[in-house]
């Protein structure tokens, strides 16, 4: 199966007309949403804790987190992103998709829209 990426538009929780934008790959792994740390420092956000993550590999890295407002496919939510390496790519992670109702269709990876989001 094939990688499915979306255009992601990140900015920081203060004021600030500066966006971070870029194509984040879709990780259902993943809970969190992770982006370059020098991206999200240039438009200004700020650092506001550190958890441990347990990468693909097995390995525990701590990563700095912060706060943002994440656009995506026409909707809006705010949430952590992970400081990650400068290098790294950006990864969308569950909890923004299903904050907005969005999931990947199994069969062939592409991100569909649920009809209501569920409070059960």
Do not use: W
Request: proline letters at 7%.
């Amino acid at each position: 199966m094939g990688l499915t990426h979306v255009t992601v538009t990140l900015k920081s929780t203060q004021p600030s007309r500066r966006k971070y934008e870029a194509d984040f790959l879709v990780n259902t792994g993943a809970t969190d949403s992770l982006a370059p740390a020098k991206a999200l420092k240039k438009i200004g956000v700020k650092p506001a804790g550190k958890m441990a993550h347990e990468l693909a590999d097995g390995t525990i890295q701590e990563y700095q987190f912060g706060l943002v407002q994440i656009e995506f496919m026409g909707e809006i939510t705010a949430g952590r992103v992970l400081f990650g390496p400068d290098n790294a790519e950006p990864l969308l992670g569950v909890t923004a998709l299903e904050s907005v109702g969005i999931m990947v269709a199994p069969t062939n990876r592409t991100l569909k829209r649920l009809p209501a989001i569920p409070l059960k």
